[in-house]
């Protein structure tokens, strides 16, 4: 199983991005998909997450500018960003928690990281 994200890129204060991230292999099922950032010198942290029934919670310093959504027949989680902020500035990694075709059992799987850079 792999998770294949992109979109990541470098965009003045006030602008928009929109991440993609796909999970591919051998998938039974996907419950929760999600996003978490790494800035520079710190901890990795959710940005924001969705279920598979489309419920979905947000890091309070992103809530109303950012929007997480997914595509459950194409295994894909997005991520809107709007009205981006320096203090967005980080490394995105996509996660998924999968059950693969020859488990029982959900496993975490995250993306390869993706560059957001909000200049000022």
């Avoid at 459950?72 to 490394?91: F, H, I, W």
Wanted: some cysteine; hydrophobic content about 35%.
């Amino acid at each position: 199983v792999q998770l294949q994200a992109s979109g990541g890129g470098l965009v003045q204060a006030g602008g928009s991005l929109r991440l993609s991230c796909a999970a591919n292999g051998s998938i039974f099922s996907i419950n929760i998909m999600g996003w978490y950032h790494q800035a520079p010198g710190k901890q990795r942290e959710l940005v924001a997450a969705v279920t598979s029934g489309g419920i979905s919670n947000y890091a309070d310093s992103v809530k109303g500018r950012f929007t997480i959504s997914r595509d459950n027949a194409k295994n894909t989680v997005y991520l809107q960003m709007n009205n981006l902020k320096p203090e967005d500035t980080a490394v995105y990694y996509c996660n998924a928690r999968i059950r693969t075709a020859w488990s029982s059992s959900y496993v975490n799987y995250w993306g390869q990281g993706t560059l957001v850079t909000v200049s000022s």
